[in-house]
């Protein structure tokens, strides 16, 4: 037990912990604050900007100063709150924003500079001749700025998200909360009560008043395990609720603190919200008010009766208002006296009067704390009227600032009310009410009784030594001596508002941004009112005029892990996988992401680069045959009697004729004209159709057919759905395909009369159902075989094993692009949006009839003679030409004509070709041109030449 | 915000997606005039306020529902099917 | 030519020490506050930063001083002071990458010109790849960018790795890094900075800054407009801009311009509290959409996509917030106990092909500054600049020759995302 530790914590375990590597001891849950408090520690950091010693301001999560690093074994935790965090055994914390310590720091130099550090520093200096000078000196300004430093390890904690339903969330459990709680839950209705803290209670902790004869903290108890046996009443405490976004969806955060889990982000979707949350102790804004030693009263009060912890043992209290001396005669019942108060009213209410006997306090009236003495503690104050009275602790009350944070955050303009000295929550734009000190109720009595008028309960409680409110609206002490501070955890000087006036930054939001204020990690949770006032004062004009700024979510800093609810790596996307997926993996095949798929890329054998492969395997396409898994290719099934019409609407080329059994390829635009998929669709009955669309576009093409039907089309019997994962598809191309199609499958007549080119059969593979068409993107004898997808690997294996007298090669999406280019056929990089169906010499699909597009394909800019157009390049020297090159002419090789759009070294042709848009290209075919690639400073001539590489008449797929 | 879908009941928004203004209205399959099918793609009065919108219920039934929501409180005042807007 | 007397406020340190002699008491405003004159040549409505731009450059580029900057509420109070503050040019296509690269000229001087630090801080912009097809796309903009004037280089793994500490760049990672592409001119500067700069530039060469004036319509003669009516009476002008991304129907609406192709986004933001030295540079993630950077004052600085419906509310919702969090662990996850400090959201104006409109309208005097989506930060200095010389002369710079209000109808979009007429998709 130390001189500052009243009594240890009823049943709590002795921990050690260290802080700035020195070991003390504490008890397990208490917040580090206290601790520290307890073993005498009021240093804890830096300031941020003039590094002045802080120490612990505060008792909750209000805190401006006492902010901390905590090592963990994974890591760095910066700028944690000593006034909240936990203690447990093994915590090592450490001081920020200090070298070599912060005893002793070196950048406290700053503090000598603070005349000139003044808001708006950094706008008028350091600007030099050109922006090198600036670059230079922010090199400095970074290392000094920042608070605490993360890691760069990855955080190995764990974070998960849950979605909670309730008919009643109320936010805070104080008096007011508790009170609303109890009338809530006897509704029958879902309730949750939350609130930060560890323990639910909030100032009714410690108190010496009474409820209904009860001592509050004896009442506490009672009310909370009543609570506990509503089963549709939840408590959740250490529950921060941060944000409150649209129809009463909240955001909040569950600290677990367990190896399982460290933090769970829980959203709220509430049908009422209850928002008791509370007030905010203001400090009063006077010479050198940050100094460690100087303490909100409620902070001293907290960390008396529930810690008990004495954080000093010559205490002098300073405040305008009543409030204080409950804190005095709590503190004083729990055994920590207060010798002097100094209150600048003229006079004491009833309320305080009787305290002031009953303690035998000193009484400094109508006086003012003008500034204070000692630097990392202090060790007196000097009154306004030159008395200086020797302290170790000043406790400090400014008044009470309402905790309207979530309710701003919707943009719920606050009111303020000149007698409480307070911004009082607006009108809601949504269903919560705000009950309690948060509403400007701040009596206890008031409180209890306004939680239950929540739920339309009139419910009166009796308490014993309410204090009563008065005030007197002073916010600042002239300054004679030091630094006021208005926000300390900003360095924000009372001066910078004088200068900031001065400079005209006069609107508040202005005020915010030039002097930083109310921008720190505390929001200025405890100056943004004092600097209103102080604005005020200058502008001459009511706070009411000076407006305020909305809080923004969250309310207290919220972990990003956290709010990822562990949703990331491999979770962050879902990943698609096909049937054959392990046998690609177990094939040597490197696999490669297509939007959500994994795709073999290449299969590569002992030896080989990627290049090595996909070469391999394209020229075993043309030379036997190959296969492609092609599963991820999007399915659309378009089911009616009208669909027929539907498609032939929605393509550009006609539909109305295609026979049962046939397929056909397709393109369609979006309404502005330009090309947005192309696929074949197979009409596998005479209603009945199986669309396929490009990998990409598979979603946003099903959206499409799903608006024009629903929106644009509604009369047409139609239906369209995804069956996209209901299949398995394999593509086998080569001049053996047929042969090793004709091994495996029954019930189909192979031969070109039966199967000709753009059929579709149904078949067997021995018991497996496929559908069979003949299709090409390689341009050589192909077929596509589809089965359902549970089959995929069983009919994958069998045409493998079919194949292996023709060495069947498998091929990825290398050699897919390498046979699709020497074909000339368009994907992707063709397909960007951008491009029309000339452009991508496709007008021939271009239909008589009206469809999806034709008017605005038909605008003069997609009409203009000078759009890019697909041509082919190849390449003179024999040279790679690399994807993403610009080509430029001879004549003018800084202007970009066009753009390589696919490339590849084509084993049919030996040599590179490429695809490429090149404005009026077709024009240009002869000529020779530049595939420049300055990011390489390479450049190589290339010749313009028709897009359709290889077999330019097609004879190769019509065997 | 929450979208009370008319097969699946109340959900939130992010099982949507926004699919823009309702109140444009498509031209004829068959209409050749370019200035109304530019009217109909690319013009908005982009109103501050009460505004009439598609939401197409993308991880849900997958119906497009015509919802009045204001764009500056976002609420939501009425979500209906669509009835058909074209021909 | 300045209403200032010869005292006026001329920043530099040794200004600030002989200032720091006298307690600061003899600052002078910032830009002053006059009462509106019954008349301007040019009327610009909307002070943020492309509005206060523009009265700039008409001043200094062309000579106009009888100018007013009109703004509802303070300056820089939009877009201007709510975005992520990142500056590049490096666009693909031609018209987008030659005025951003214009733009982003006009930034590596800016705060001489103005002798305002707007903390212009050239930390490079790397975009990552995940497949080697994504690199390609960077590599055909990366080309397109040199050939046009703009910098640009591709990065192997390492050398990301190296400049980038702390990302995922493990090779079985869901969206493995393959390489990216950085300009390095590229970087951030102090948003709020930039509008109280163009304001002290432009008030000093004579400009009205006319806060707290709302424009709440046009006045017309022969169907041309001749003035403003506004909460603080009537003001003719020979000629009105307009600048207001984000409310750009709203004002256009007034001069009777019912439809245009706009829709107003909603665009969250979101800063950590303040670490040290963390990330160096700005880094945009290439499997989601997250972009990155760490403030001078320590605070990591994001954003992802709108949240994807027309909205006029300055807050966003949930579902992003998840999303940009996801993003931000999926590339780094050593960010998971760095927490979020704030966020925020502002209305974007997305227009119709995800390019701006720099305009002359088909009413005659007025003229059309907008759409700017969401990237009209890094574009303020351009805008202002070919704004001013299509007010000032009438007829567009070459440099925003094909942003015109027209291009739509005519077939001429700018679509650098290739998605077609969805503003929520740019």
Known sequence: MTRFRIQSPKGAKQIHFTFNGKSYQGFEGEPLAAALLANGVHLIGRSFKFHRPRGIYSAGSAEPNALVTVLHPDGREPNTLATTLEIYEGLEAVSQNCWPSVETDFGAVNSLLSPLFVAGFYYKTFMGKSNKHWMFFEKYIRKAAGMGEASVEADKSVYEKTNTFCDYLIVGAGPAGISAALEAAQ???????????????????????????????????????????????????????????????????????????????????????????????????????????????????????????????????????????????????????????????????????????????????????????????????????????SCDLLIVSGGWTPTINLQSQQGDKPIYDDSLCAFLPGLPHQDYLSVGACNGQFGLADCLKSGARALGQDRTYTVERDAPWDILPVWEVPVTKGISFVDFQHDVKASDISLAKREGFISVEHLKRYTTLGMANDQGKTSNLNALALMAKERQKPITEVGTTRFRPPYTPVAIGTLSGGKYGDHFRPTRYTSMHEWHINHGAEMINTGA????????????????????????????????????????????????????????????????????????????????????????????????????????????????????????????????????????????????????????????????????????MDTIPVKIARLSFSGELAYEVWCPSHYGLAMWEKLFDAGKEFNLTPYGTEALGTLRIEKGHVSGPELDGRTSLDDLGLSWAFGKKDFVGKPLSQREGLMASDRAKLVGLMSKPGQAIRPGSQIVTQDNQTRSIGHVTSTTYSPALQNYIALALIQNGRDKIGDTVIATYPLKNEQQDVEIVHPHFFDPDGSRMHV | MKIECPFCGKRDHSEFTYKGDATVARPDHSEQDLDRWNDYVFQRTNPKGAHKEYWHHTNGCRKFLIVERDTISHKINSVTLVQGGGK | MSTHGPNMSEYSVFSLLKHTLSGHKNWKETWRSPAPKSHYDIIIVGGGGHGLATAYYLAKEHNLTNIAVLEKGWIGGGNMGRNTTIVRSNYMLEANTRFYEHSLKLWESLSQELNYNVMFSQRGVINLAHTPAQLDGFARRGNAMLLNGADAELLDRDEIARRCPGLDMSPDARFPIVGGMCQPRGGTARHDAVAWGYAHGADRLGVDIIENCEVTGFQMKDAQVCGVETTRGAITAGKVGVAVAGHTSQVMQKAGLERLPIESHLLQAFVSEPVKPLIDTVVTFGAGHLYISQSNKGGLVFGGDIDGYNSFAQRGNMPVIEDVAACAMTMFPNLGKIRLLRHWGGIMDMSMDGTPIISETPIQNLYLNGGWCYGGFKATPASGWCFAHLLATGTPHDLIKDFTLNRFERGYTIDEKGVGAQPRLH
């Open chain 1, 187 to 389: 509704t029958g209705k879902r309730v949750v009560l939350a609130d930060e803290q560890d323990a639910l209670g909030a100032s009714l902790i410690g108190t010496n008043q009474t409820i209904d004869g009860l001592l509050a903290g004896a009442w506490l108890a009672q009310q909370l395990a009543t609570l506990k046996t509503y089963p549709n009443v939840t408590l959740l405490p250490r529950t921060t609720i941060y944000g409150y976004y649209d129809d009463n969806t909240l955001g909040a955060v569950e600290r677990v603190n367990t190896k399982a889990l460290r933090e769970r982000h829980i959203i709220f979707h509430a049908d009422k919200v209850i928002l008791a949350t509370g007030a905010i102790e203001r400090p009063i804004v006077f010479g050198n008010n940050d100094r460690p030693g100087v303490m909100l009263a409620s902070g001293f009060g907290t960390y008396v009766k529930r810690h008990h912890v004495r954080p000093g043992t010559n205490v002098i209290a300073f405040t305008n208002n009543d409030s204080i001396y409950q804190q005095i005669d709590d503190a004083y019942e729990a055994g920590a006296t207060v010798h002097t108060v100094v209150d600048m009213r003229e006079s004491l209410s009833d309320y305080a009067q009787e305290i002031v006997t009953k303690t035998g306090i000193n009484v400094q009236l109508g006086k003012a704390v003008s500034h204070v003495l000692g630097s990392k503690k202090i060790r007196a104050v000097q009154l306004d009227d030159g008395t200086k009275l």
């Open chain 1, 597 to 764: 798929w994994v795709r073999p890329r290449v299969y590569k054998q002992p030896g080989e680069t990627v290049t090595d492969a996909y070469i391999r395997e394209a020229a075993s396409v043309r030379n036997s045959v190959g296969m492609v898994d092609v599963t991820t290719l999007g399915k659309i099934e378009v089911v009616g009697p009208d669909a027929p019409e539907f498609l032939n609407r929605v393509y550009t080329n006609a539909w109305l004729k295609l026979p049962v059994g046939k397929a056909r390829y397709g393109v369609m635009l979006r309404d502005d004209g330009l090309v947005f998929d192309d696929g074949t669709t197979w009409r596998l009955e005479e209603n009945r159709f199986l669309m396929t669309t490009t990998t990409a576009n598979a979603a946003n093409v099903l959206t499409h057919l799903e608006y024009l039907l629903d929106v644009v089309w509604p009369g047409l019997k139609v239906k369209v759905i995804s069956v996209t994962d209901q299949w398995a598809g394999v593509a086998v191309a080569g001049p053996n395909s047929r042969a090793t199609i004709a091994k495996t499958v029954s019930g189909v007549d192979m031969s070109h009369e039966a199967f000709p080119f753009m059929a579709v059969m149904d078949g067997f």
